[in-house]
């Protein structure tokens, strides 16, 4: 199954797919994430490279290449979540979570904008 596919310790590249996007702002005044915009029509895929240094992203119109400056694995069953600390081509910084049990991949900036895709599918090469 999904969870037990990824891990860190895996000597293939990781293929992730998913087929929704949902854009999110912080609201500081009721303490919670806001839903700016959800696209169903998005599709785009993040490939991790073996070694877990290098997230590559493609969306229908660009291809970006993260750095993974850091990672962490919420080993727990019940979570079974990726934190990864990544950074742009551009120098920009993120916070991603790859969460595998919930089936999303999260996407978070430091002006506290948020993209959740949802995951079609997980494989390796």
């Known amino acids: ?3 037990g596919l990824i891990s860190l310790t895996t000597f293939a590249q990781v ?3 998913t087929i929704l996007k949902k854009d999110y702002s912080w ?10 915009k959800e696209n169903d029509e998005s599709r785009t895929f993040f490939v991790f490279n073996k070694d877990y240094t290098l ?4 969306t229908e119109s660009s291809t970006r290449a993260y750095i993974i400056k850091s990672k962490k694995h919420e080993k727990d069953p019940l979570k079974n979540q990726y934190t ?3 950074v742009s081509d551009t120098g920009k ?3 991603m979570y790859f969460d595998v049990k919930n089936k999303n991949i999260r996407v978070v900036d430091k002006k506290k ?6 995951i079609k599918g997980i494989w390796e090469d």
């Open 93 to 95: 910084e993120f916070m």
């Open 1 to 3: 199954g999904i969870l």
């Open 27 to 36: 609201d500081k005044f009721s303490d919670s994430w806001k839903l700016e």
């Open 55 to 58: 997230v590559k992203h493609t």
């Open 15 to 17: 293929n992730v797919s």
């Open 84 to 86: 990864y600390l990544i």
């Open 113 to 118: 904008h948020a993209i959740r895709y949802t």
